[in-house]
């Protein structure tokens, strides 16, 4: 059913969460999983001078090689994983690699905001939801009711999109 999944990260602990559900599911379907971190400097335009830029793009992506470099070095040996630093909207990015014949699946955490924290922030994974032409699996990490304070909750609650 599925030949990739797609699993955006940040780097965070939290994402583990997410990347247990697609190594499971790699697992069961045979599939490759595709790990993307998406560098995204446009909220530093306004920095004074353009060799700063350079150097923040730099460490940005030194920051997305470290962070799919952990993906696969938690990978199960049995599952493939192919790995990729791209820049731009993440959420646009995402959804661009998220196709019906390129990556099949996206599962991905979502941070447990709510309230006046989502209206104002937005959220990644809701706008990959909304974009995203195939399925998308959230799995909610990183929420304050966490039980035992690793970023995991013990049933962790999942909806697909």
Request: net charge negative; charged share 25%.
């Amino acid at each position: 059913m599925y030949d990739c999944i797609l699993v955006p990260t940040d780097g965070s602990p939290e994402v583990e969460g997410a990347l247990e559900y697609a190594f499971d599911l790699a697992r069961t379907h045979d599939a490759t999983v595709r790990a993307i971190y998406v560098v995204s400097i446009a909220g530093y335009g306004n920095m004074p001078m353009e060799a700063a830029l350079d150097g923040l793009s730099d460490a940005l992506r030194g920051d997305g090689r470290a962070a799919v470099d952990r993906v696969e070095e938690l990978a199960p040996p049995d599952v493939e994983v192919e790995t990729a630093v791209l820049e731009g909207s993440p959420s646009r990015v995402i959804a661009s690699q998220a196709q019906p014949g390129t990556c099949d699946l996206v599962v991905m955490g979502t941070h447990g905001r709510g309230g006046i924290d989502r209206l104002l922030l937005g959220s990644v994974a809701e706008r990959v939801v909304r974009r995203a032409s195939v399925p998308v699996l959230t799995v909610q990490v990183g929420s304050d009711d966490d039980d035992d304070g690793d970023g995991r909750r013990e049933r962790p609650p999942v909806a697909v999109e």
